[in-house]
């Protein structure tokens, strides 16, 4: 998985300090209703497609962007399932990053599916009822795809002080 160039030049000054970095990740159906999963090459895990957004670019347009990367497929963002602050992570080499992650719930405008860059393993179409071993929340914005309900969003946990 290539870092992106204007992270490079980020890091050059920041170092390993903590990044807030925009996030996307795709919950991609198709007309079948199965849902479009990669398998990870840096942990070996099945889960959905995701990835950062460059300076500039819409957030919906991250998403197809890259599914198309990652798996081939292409893609229409159909609406916003969940937004959420992700937990801070460490990489391996000391870099510190926090995503704010935006999950679109997707749909497949092609099917024929294949890895497609240097982030996966394999891809692949799931039933909803015979899916791999997911992290929970892969199984939750999934969850949340399925449903017609409105955006999830993380509640504050302290009420606003008047």
Not at 121 to 147: C, M, N, Y
Request: net charge negative.
């Amino acid at each position: 998985m290539a870092t992106p160039e204007f992270i490079r030049t980020i890091r050059a000054s920041a170092g390993h300090e903590l990044l807030y970095l925009p996030g996307v990740t795709a919950v991609v159906f198709d007309d079948e209703g199965r849902v479009l999963l990669g398998r990870r090459v840096d942990t070996g895990h099945w889960a959905l497609p995701a990835g950062i957004a460059e300076p500039g670019e819409q957030p919906a347009d991250v998403v197809t962007r890259e599914v198309e990367e990652e798996t081939g497929v292409t893609c229409v963002a159909e609406r916003v399932v969940l937004v959420q602050a992700l937990k801070p992570i460490t990489y391996p080499n000391g870099d510190a990053c926090q995503f704010m992650d935006i999950t679109f719930q997707c749909r497949a405008l092609s099917t024929e599916a294949w890895v497609n860059d240097d982030e996966s393993l394999e891809v692949g179409w799931f039933d909803l009822d015979a899916l791999p071993p997911l992290a929970e929340h892969s199984t939750f914005r999934i969850k949340q795809a399925t449903q017609d309900g409105p955006t999830w969003f993380q509640a504050s946990t302290s009420a606003p002080t008047t």
